[in-house]
């Protein structure tokens, strides 16, 4: 039930753009998407519920596509800032919020 | 505005200790509360969900327990910790709400060390 990210590990240059995927095996009802510093807690980015909407966090956006069962997060232009590592966390119906995240992908944004 | 506090932030203890993490919440009534346990450089994994006082869902067969003796305090305990249970735990909180919209809040963290 583990939704998988894509890739792994990427690192950018700043200002170059990047996407991290995430697909599920599972139907989704809601995607949501946070980022870790190392060594600190998770931090909220989005939440995409399903209906296919694109929501937008400064120059970071995320998309979800019900049919594919999964969500792509879009980094553009990016800052030292954004790196860290990116969690989706997945709920595959309405549970109340009860998520299964990703294993995370890892973000290095280097000058 | 809302706050999550844990504590500790760090801690080592012996195999075969007892352990117990507290994790408040303030600026908010009834909210959902989680515990996660995360090894290092891996994901969140969900250990347990609450709802309401008294009312814990466990995620995951473990010799960990949780209670939630008040409406905004979560605790998570065992009798005889393991090698196996270090790892960073994170507290974190959502509103409650049917519809799952709702972000968590993560509290930071304690790092706990068995040795």
């Known amino acids: 039930q583990q939704p998988v990210q894509s890739p792994q590990a990427v690192i950018l240059r700043e200002g170059e753009d990047a996407v991290i995927n995430c697909s599920s095996s599972?139907?989704?009802?809601?995607v949501h998407w946070y980022r870790q510093k190392h060594g600190e807690a998770p931090v909220f980015l989005m939440i995409?519920?399903?209906?296919?909407e694109q929501k937008g966090h400064e120059k970071i956006s995320a998309s979800f596509n019900e049919k594919k069962q999964q969500s792509s997060l879009y980094l553009t232009a990016s800052q030292l800032s954004y790196s860290g590592t990116y969690f989706c966390?997945?709920?595959?119906?309405?549970?109340?919020?009860?998520?299964?995240f990703g294993q995370g992908t890892e973000l290095s944004v280097k000058p | 505005s809302q706050t999550i506090h844990q504590w500790p932030a760090t801690l080592v203890q012996p195999v075969g200790s007892p352990l117990s993490l507290e994790c408040t919440v303030e600026?908010?009534?009834?909210?959902?509360l989680y515990w996660y346990r995360q090894a290092a450089g891996r994901g969140l994994q969900l250990l347990f969900y609450?709802?309401?006082?008294?009312?814990i869902s466990s995620e995951v067969p473990q010799n960990l327990s949780a209670s939630r003796p008040q409406d905004r305090q979560f605790i998570l305990s065992s009798k005889k910790l393991l090698l196996s249970d270090s790892g960073f735990y994170l507290c974190?909180?959502?509103?409650?709400?049917?519809?799952?919209?709702?972000?968590?809040?993560f509290g930071d963290g304690t790092r706990l060390s068995i040795l």
């Open positions: 974190a909180w959502s509103e409650a709400d049917s519809n799952s919209n709702q972000p968590q809040h």
């Open positions: 599972k139907a989704l009802y809601s």
């Open positions: 995409l519920l399903k209906g296919g």
């Open positions: 966390g997945t709920e595959i119906y309405n549970q109340g919020g009860k998520l299964i």
């Open positions: 600026g908010t009534s009834n909210p959902n």
């Open positions: 609450s709802v309401g006082i008294g009312q």
